[in-house]
């Protein structure tokens, strides 16, 4: 059904645009991206009261139209677009009540553009809290446009701005801000009469922006050009100038509407906050304290639950086993799907609790404060302040936090992060992680406090962003700057976290994780268990023939039999062959054939490797005898009668997954974000040297 | 005298930019020529500072700070 009227939401971070989103559009909401490049759009539905259905578009946060990275430069080109499919008939801007100035900037920009504008003026509460009064009635009469006051957080005043949403002109009736034919008179005159503007400033944008904005054609941008030449234009000075021009007009308005308090100079909470998180013993040793307890909370707190999981399936294919015909069909979906979803399913509480956090960190403010300690040190190894959030993000997947980098303003720093990024230990290696070490290290405490598998995994961590930070410090030698950085950031105030929003985010990515992964590992299961139940030739039927003669038949109980037959079919398998020919280049990491298998198909993603030994142990072992994968790992012996799975190879295989590329998806998100495959190739070369490397060293100092 | 320059609890009177690019996202941010500006406090290693301006604090580095030049 097509929405009656669209809207768009702008605003600075951090102002709670998300948590007004989300109060406008409910769970009614979906995540796509802006057509030709890969930001993320989200775009929901909002019922107004007078029947009509408003369609509410979320662009980036942002402090100016002038756009410092690729996020912010979506804001203009949507708002600007005619006749396009996202093409607002009214715009929310979003402003904090307690940060009024900074936030009105972009504003007096949006409302020169003169499309229909909205004010929902967010965190009076706050505002009030801080004793700074402002005359809404007044304020919404000097700048011609409804101001309706809202706390998104308590879900307050959506209803009123619901209602003066669908009560909104269709003709914009701000108030002109500054004067900007003063700018360059000359210039906007002539563009105006190249291409049809509606406004002035909106001239005047094109004038800036033009060599960005996909729907012009190359003769007006060519043309623009031009015109910038022949009246010598000079981009940086014009902004200059305009920025002052627009502060004075904001001063002008607050002086009339706003009181704010002399003694302002108080001491915050926020800022005795500060002292202690960003202090120079404290804060680094909380930042460590945060982090492992985060890792040990995944593995405590998810305990139960996947044991319910586990359980669950080992149920259902119990049941499956009773209900279907025993035959081909049959073993296809309870040793091929079901084996393999049971394998990834199983993470999804620690996903959740993953998400929750990082979350929580970021709402809450935290993640910028981390920003700012850590931007020396990142600086030094050729990275940036800005860098740290993708790679936190990416403890959880490098693929959104290879698309946060956007955020990054210089190309270098960029780089260098996306390189990196998929280094750290991403939440598709905790399935491999926390069944091998559940696997070979004991379950008991250290010191009291410390566990010793907790340990091993904060470990892994601690290890990849070791690595991230010296591949990165050999990359600033490497790569060649463009532009200068810099890292002019606000430093929100600490505000509770949004406890919506973050199941919000726990179940927006566990879903994601379902849905992406899911499909991969159900065709991947489907793949290998066809591979790995038949065999090239009649090598089947040979088997069939050898174990069929009196010598086997009368000597061995039948159940001995059915396991040296099983096992031998798998190694004459499809599978068994291609893992057979691989087994020399990984024999000196201490794996065999059937891990080689695991590796093969874990190519695509690294938590097939979990459900690739599900389905191997499932085709290998005795269908009545339904366990989980950690037991039939824990069983599963070398010919010569030793356990496959010791100290030396478990942590040869964690090295491996830990260095090796081993995602499909991150390979294609860094072609997309660099738009030059021989990034994503050069990062797929060096991680899997640095991956073989670390595993034959690990396994030959354990063995 | 530079923003730079001032200590922890200091505050100073923003004059002028020795820098166009960087001034463009300063004042964006509302450090305008005018404008009365704190600092903070300073990260645990040196650099970057955090400064109070305009009503919240901004957080830049020391070299970019150097760029603002103070009444």
Known sequence: MKPDIRVALVGNPNTGKSTLFNALTGLNQKVGNFPGVTVDKKTGIAQLPDGRRAEIIDLPGTYSLYPKSKDESIVFSVLAEKGSALTPDLIVIII???????????????????????IALNMMDMAAKANISIDIDLLSRR???PVVPVSARKVEGIDDLKKVISFANKHAMQVDSIDVHAIAPALIADISNEVEVESPYYALQLAHQHEYLNFLTPAQSDKIEELEKKHSFHSQKAQA???????????????????????????????????????????????????????????????????????????????LRGVLPAGPLADLLIDGVVAGLSGVLVFIPQIAILFAFISILEDTGYMSRVTFMMDKIMRKVGLNGKSVVPLIGGFACAVPSIMSTRTIENWKDRM?????????????RLPVYTLLIALV???????????????????????????????????????????????IMELPVYRMPRWNNVLFSMYERSKAFVVQAGKVIIAVSIILWVLSSYGPGNRFENIKKKYSQPQYTQKLPQADLDRLISSEKLE???AGVLGHSIEPVIKPLGYDWKI???????????????????????????????????????SAKTPEGKPVFTLAVAFSLMMFYAFAMQCASTVAVVYRETKNWRWPAAQLVYMTLLAYGAALLTYNLLK | MTLSQLEVGETGIVKEFTDLEMSVKLMEMGCLPGEQVRVCRIAPLGDPIAIQVSGYQLSLRKFEASTIILQ
């Open chain 1, 96 to 118: 904090d009540a307690t940060n009024l100035k900074r936030n009105l900037l972009l504003y007096t920009q949006v409302a020169d553009l003169k499309i229909p504008v909205v």
């Open chain 1, 416 to 428: 260098i992060t996306i390189m990196v990024t998929p280094l750290v230990a991403c939440s598709a």
């Open chain 1, 441 to 487: 290290v004991p379950n008991k405490n250290v010191w009291w406090i410390f566990n010793l598998q907790g340990l091993a995994l904060t470990g892994m961590y601690v290890l990849s962003l070791v690595s991230a930070v010296i591949v990165a410090f050999v990359m600033k030698f490497i790569l060649k700057a463009r532009e200068r950085g810099y890292f």
């Open chain 1, 572 to 574: 004459n398998s499809y």
């Open chain 1, 143 to 145: 700048l011609g446009v």
């Open chain 1, 241 to 319: 100038a305009e920025t002052i021009a627009r502060y004075n007009y904001i001063n002008d308005v607050l002086y009339d509407t706003v009181q704010t308090p002399e003694t302002a100079h108080e001491e915050s909470v926020s800022n005795k906050i500060d002292h202690i998180l960003t202090h120079r013993v404290f804060g680094f040793v909380i930042f460590m304290a945060v982090l492992l307890f985060m890792f040990q909370s995944i593995f405590a707190w998810s305990e139960y639950p996947m044991s319910l999981i586990e359980d669950g399936f080992v149920w259902a294919e119990g049941l």
């Open chain 1, 596 to 634: 080689g298998i695991a590796l093969i198909t874990s190519f695509a993603a690294r938590e097939v490797f979990v459900g690739t030994m599900a389905t191997i142990y499932s085709v290998e072992g005795d269908a009545d005898n339904i366990t989980s994968v950690q037991d039939k790992m824990r």
